[in-house]
Structure formats: C-alpha cells, structure tokens
C-alpha cells in the first residue's frame, strides 16, 4: 500500500457572520503529539464513522465521505493523487441528517445521491436525495416517495402500503443485490434475526434506474439466521431454504446488526459482512449461490481468519473504499454505538494485498484518519491561558472521557504548550494529565478548565466543571509572571452544584471588580454566581437560586428546537466596551448574544443562532485569545467527537484596532523580553504613533503618544505578567507581547 499522507487543506472555506460581518477563517497552525507532527490536527476528531467514496466535487476522482453518528455530521476529504486532502467545503450543500447516511448513485447519472435514516422525526425508515451539481459541489433535492410519511415504501398483501422499516441503531445494506443495475435494500427483520430483501422494480417496471420501487421479496435472504448469542452466523443448509432449529421455526429477536454487501471474491454475486451489537467482531459470509438465489455457506466470524481480526467495542460496521486509489478496495471497520464504544481508535484499516479476483485483507492500523488530528476520545472542553508565563497563549482541554475496555474510562486536562512565537504559534502536547484529574475518573468526567485570580494574588487559579454538577478548584501558588504551580485539588468548590454538565467561566459580570463564576449545564441555560466575597477571599451561595444569583441569566437557551438537552457552554467576552456572550451548544452551533449590560435580570439579545453558519458537531465549547499577535481574537471550538477546530476571527483583542488588516511583518519588538524595569520599541523613526498597553484581562495599563525619542517606557511598577502593546501609526497596526518579571 503506498503511503497516504492526510494534510490540512482548506480551500475556499470562508464561513460568513452576516449580521456582524464576522468571518471566520480556519488557521493551520502546528500540533505535536509523542507521534510527531499532526498532518490534520484541527479537524475535529472522530467517534462513529460511516465511510463512502464518491465524487464530491466534479473532478473525475473518488473522494472521501463522512458521516459522523455522534454529532450527525457530514465531513470530507477531497482525492489528491494519492492522498486525502481534509476539505469540509465539499459538504456545505449537505442536508441535516440523522443516525447514518451514504452516498450511492441511485439513478446511475454518475452523481452521488443520499440514503440515508429517515428526516421524519419519530418514524423509523428510508430517506433519499437526489444530487446534482452546483458550482462543481454536490448539492441535493429530496426525493419523492410516494407512500407513507414520504419514506421508501413497499405494498403489503392485504392491500396498502408501508415505510421500509429499519430501526435508527441498524445499518442496512444499500446496493445492487441481484444484479440488475439498480438499488436494493437488505436489512433484518423488525423482530427476527432474519435478513429481509427489498427488492428495486424499477428496471423490472421500465423506467430504468431512475426510480425507486421496491416490493419485499423475501423475508429471510440467504438462509441466514443471527441468534445474537454467538459470533457464528446460522447457515441453511441447501439453496433456496431458510435455516431452521431442529424442524421447527427459530425465536424472533433482534439486537442491532449492521450490512455491507461486496463481491469480495469477485465471482459475480453479493458477499457480506456482518456486525452486532452483541459483540466486537466481523463476520464475512461467502455467497455459495447466485445474484438471483443467494445462499451463504461459509463464514469467517473472526474476520480475517488470516490475520488480526477485528475487536473492535462495540457493534462494528464494515465500509469498502479504495484508500491508495490502486483499483483494488480496503476494508474500514468502525463502531456503530456512540455509547461506551472506542472513541479514538475507531477506524480499523485491512489493506487488500492480493488481487481483486483473490483479495487477502490484511490489519494495517486501527486509527486511520484520527492519527493525524487531536483526538481525546469523547467531548473537548479547551481554554486559552499562559500557563508558563512566556507570553504565548497555551491551551488546556478537558476531555469528556476516552474509553478503556470493561466500562473502565480515563479523563484528563490536556497541556498543549505553545513552543512558537507570538507570530508563529506552534503547540506541543506535553501532559496528557496535567495536574492529575484522572484520579476523579470513577466518580466524575466531562472536564471543562475555567482560570481566574480568585484570591487577588495576580496569578491565576483554576476551576474545572464536570458532568455531576460540582466544581474542583486549585490555587496556584507561583505567584504572577511565573510558571503555575497548584495547591491540591478541592472537590465540590463552595458547595456549588448545578446539576449535570458543569460548564465554568470565571470572569467579572457585574463590573464589581470581583471574579464571578458563570455556569452552563445540561439543561441548556446560565447560571450566575456572584462573589460576594472579597478580592482577596471569593465568596458564593452554593444554590443557583439564591440571592444574588440568578438561575436563567439572560434567559439564555441551548437547547434545539424539540429537545431538554441543551449542554451551554458560556464565553463572554469584550467588543466596543460591551459584553457579548459566545454559546456553545448540545446540537454543535455557536450562538452569540449581545445587549447583557446593565441587563443581567433582563433578556439578552440573540444576535445570531449560528454564528459563521458553523455546525461543528454536537456540544459545541469555544475560546478566544489572539494567539498570533495580529490583533484579532483567534477562536478554538471543542466538540462532542473529542476534537478540535480553530479559527482566526474579526473580533478584535483590543479596542484600539478599527479594521482588521494583515500583519505580516508587523510584530512589534519590544527589547528587552522579559524586562523588569523598562523597554523600549527600537526602529520607529520619524514615526509619530499611539501606543496603548493592555494587561491579559483586557483592562487598558496605559496609553501615549510615540516616537524615537519616546520610545522607552518605565515598567518598575508594574505588576508581574503578560502584556500587550498595540502602536498605531501612518494607518498601521503593529503588536507585540512583553514578559515582566517578577522580584
């Protein structure tokens, strides 16, 4: 198999904010992991991939994609040669879907259409969309079906009409099982282990492929039987009869399976593959019949029997793509269970070595695609903070929680240290337990890191929310403009519980001048903590409902359309003087509030319900920080699949930048730095400037005009700490960021 490289590529992704004019544009900035550096570290993560190959955007080459059960979401790679080229852009066209979707060219017009779950909420069935092209990008109608609930149908014996029904957990089989040229569909019974075969009339009927007919034409294909208490499958014994236990019929069950039908021999009729929800393996069935009558009489329940089988928790599904583009198809297993099933790990590559008359799949890794991107198993909770001092911005994550096997799980606060410039950032993974919060793992998970001073020390301590509702807080003890060093963890901080999915920001709401605590939860809304302590001993009531918080601040709401769940993750933040508050959400938006000024007991502003018209893939958390020195805030959004995504944005990281203009070339220097008693910003001629000093809450430090004979400034009395220099001058931005230094 020739070597694939997967690299970060986004081309032409321009996500528009229209209301605010806010565009947000993906950064493709470095990651290293113990690996080496990570070809696609931004892109999101995966849990439960559902593969196809198709064209998705006109160029003659198979692409790559996606569709993510955890999130519902669509994802793709776009063919490069050999190689796949991260490319979400190819999706934007995509409709909202649930549970599975695959791409299948239905009416043989050489563009891929959708099958996919049913998109009529609370009825189990068979969806479609026709694709056709529009600016060299798939794009879809919904399909007519023209029985009950607009769902593939089929004509009962009694008269009437029912929906073909598979039930959301399943994965049928969407292919050409007799050979005709159009579109069948295999799935197992609604009550039975036994394979129900819906067979496509519309080439029977005359119209070609352009139609989709089906008629149930039998109720047990192949002869097969699962009794979900074994990996082996129950096989008939001869053509044309269906299995039976001792002369009398089987007991009526059904677990959840999933199908995928190849002609892996390639002798002219459907093979099968066979995953349940029972167990960790895959099951290949070698059809001994015909296209017309199959018949399966051989198995190999520990797939490959050559090699390393598959075992993989839980309920496995098969996928067929031609990875190295050599005409020959590989085997992609993935878990179909979003619940307790392997988070990281979850792509299981078989490379067909032989021929595609004579295949020999062989283990080749069990994370294809994840490798290259950050993956911290189920949900990312991440947060911009200097943890060193150095000036650069690091980033901390939490991670819902990454399985381990016998329902045993680890969770972790992740230390990506930024090892770059203020230019250039790079990060680096260098802890994945930074300050031990593993040791928690069986009595909580889901952590989401929040930093404040909340004992007005100058540096900053540390909160983190987890998904019983209560609060761990650590001091740090190093004391401003040094490395952080922490105390020992306090479990359930002041006594706070909010109920389930604890989502913290520490930051001043009121304008008192004290940290306060916001906290979302699983319910979707905001709860506000006020301190009413003192700068140097915060204070709290424990209730989110006694005085003076507030249990429903801004009357903010999570949830979507139709659902409690709502999982608000809050971000404030500063622009034009005013608050503004960032959500993340259960369904995978960002939605952006405004009017919260003097308005804490009123009704914020939604100002947009999906900000960008990004949907990154269910319980959304995000964070802000100008990682880069351009004078713009850079944004980092978790999601539910473990991963992350960044941005660069057009909200500003002070308020001294009216337009956002490229920097290049633009850092300012400042020398030295560190410093401890003055720097001065060599190089600025004759130039007349405004510079204006910024400490890392945002509150202004200083501000004055500039030259080469003003071009030093006493800081002795500063306090120890990051800062941010901002020179305007002749129309120009430059931006730098100075270390002062303690005693």
């Not at 904010?17 to 493709?28: C, I, N, S, V």
Request: proline share 4%; hydrophobic share 35%; charged share 20%.
């Amino acid at each position: 198999m020739k070597r694939i490289k997967f690299c970060l590529t986004w081309v032409g992704l321009l996500l528009l904010h229209a209301a605010f004019a806010q565009t947000f544009t993906p950064l493709t900035i470095e990651v290293e992991t113990e690996t080496g550096l990570l070809s696609n570290p931004w892109g999101g993560g995966l849990n439960c991939p559902q593969l196809s190959d198709a064209d998705l955007n006109r160029d003659g080459l198979n692409d790559l994609y996606l569709f993510d059960r955890t999130a519902n979401l669509h994802l793709a790679y776009r063919r490069q040669g050999n190689q796949y080229v991260f490319a979400p852009e190819l999706v934007q066209n995509f409709p909202e879907l649930t549970e599975w979707s695959m791409l299948r060219d239905y009416n043989g017009d050489g563009i891929s259409d959708i099958i996919a779950y049913s998109d009529v909420p609370g009825i189990d069935g068979v969806t479609a969309y026709t694709g056709f092209w529009q600016d060299n990008k798939l794009a879809f109608k919904r399909y007519p079906f023209k029985g009950p609930f607009n769902l593939a149908f089929f004509p009962l014996k009694s008269g009437g009409k029912a929906q073909v029904y598979i039930t959301r957990i399943d994965i049928p089989s969407i292919e050409d099982v007799d050979c005709d040229s159009d579109l069948d569909i295999l799935t197992f019974n609604i009550s039975g282990g036994y394979i129900e075969f819906y067979q496509n009339q519309s080439v029977e009927k005359g119209y070609g492929r352009d139609s989709m007919i089906f008629t149930l034409q039998t109720s047990c294909w192949g002869g097969i039987y699962e009794d979900g208490l074994s990996a082996n499958m129950n096989l008939a014994a001869a053509p044309g009869q269906c299995f039976q236990s001792n002369g009398t019929s089987v007991d009526f069950r059904h677990a959840g399976s999933t199908l995928t039908t190849t002609d892996v021999d390639n002798d002219g009729d459907i093979d099968l593959f066979v995953g349940d929800v029972s167990f960790n393996n895959i099951n290949l069935l070698t059809n001994g019949g015909t296209c017309k009558q199959a018949w399966f009489n051989k198995q190999d329940p520990r797939f490959p029997g050559n090699d390393k089988g598959v075992d993989l928790p839980i309920f496995p599904a098969v996928y067929m793509v031609d990875v190295n583009a050599d005409g020959k198809k590989e085997v992609l297993v993935a878990p179909n269970e979003n619940n307790g099933s392997e988070d990281v790990n979850v792509l299981w590559l078989y490379e067909n070595g032989g021929s595609s008359q004579s295949p020999e799949f062989k283990f080749k890794q069990d994370n294809f695609l994840v490798k290259d991107m950050i993956d911290l198993g189920t949900s990312a909770y991440p947060t911009f903070v200097d943890y060193n001092a150095d000036g650069l911005m690091d980033l901390v994550v939490g991670n819902g929680a990454r399985f381990l096997p016998q329902g045993q799980r680890s969770i972790g606060l992740h230390l990506f240290q930024n090892v770059g410039t203020a230019q250039k950032p790079k990060y680096r993974l260098v802890d994945r337990d930074w300050l031990g919060m593993n040791q928690y793992n069986r009595e909580n998970f889901a952590l989401s890191p929040t930093f404040g001073d909340m004992d007005g020390d100058q540096d900053l301590d540390i909160i983190v929310g987890a998904e019983f509702g209560q609060l761990y807080y650590a001091e740090n003890t190093a004391g401003p403009g040094k490395t952080m060093k922490f105390g020992l963890w306090q479990a359930k901080y002041m006594g706070i519980d909010i109920g389930q999915g604890a989502i913290p920001q520490i930051i001043d709401v009121n304008g008192d001048k004290l940290p306060d605590i916001v906290l979302g939860n699983r319910r979707g809304n905001i709860s506000y903590f006020q301190n009413t302590g003192t700068l140097q001993k915060a204070a709290f009531a424990a209730l989110d409902n006694a005085a003076p918080n507030i249990q429903r601040l801004g009357k903010v709401d999570g949830t979507a359309e139709g659902n409690f769940i709502g999982y608000s993750a809050p971000l404030f933040f500063r622009q034009n003087q005013s608050l503004r508050l960032l959500l993340g959400t259960e369904h995978g938006e960002l939605r952006l509030y405004d009017n919260i000024d003097n308005n804490l007991a009123g009704t914020f502003n939604m100002s947009d319900n999906k900000l960008g018209g990004m949907r990154l893939g269910g319980r959304t958390k995000a964070d802000l920080a100008d990682i880069n020195g351009d004078g713009f805030l850079d944004m980092v959004v978790g999601n539910a699949r473990g991963g992350l995504s960044l941005y660069s944005t057009t909200f500003r990281s002070s308020q001294t930048t009216a337009v956002r203009e490229p920097l290049a070339n633009r850092a300012l220097n400042l020398v030295p730095n560190p410093a401890s008693d003055w720097v001065s910003i060599p190089g600025l001629g004759d130039k007349e400037g405004i510079l204006t000093v910024f400490d890392m809450a945002g509150r202004q430090v200083m501000q004055q005009n500039t030259n080469r004979y003003t071009n030093e400034i006493q800081i002795r009395d500063w306090t120890p700490g990051v800062y941010v220099f901002r020179l305007s001058t002749e129309g120009k931005v430059f931006s730098g960021k100075l270390v002062k230094r303690g005693e």
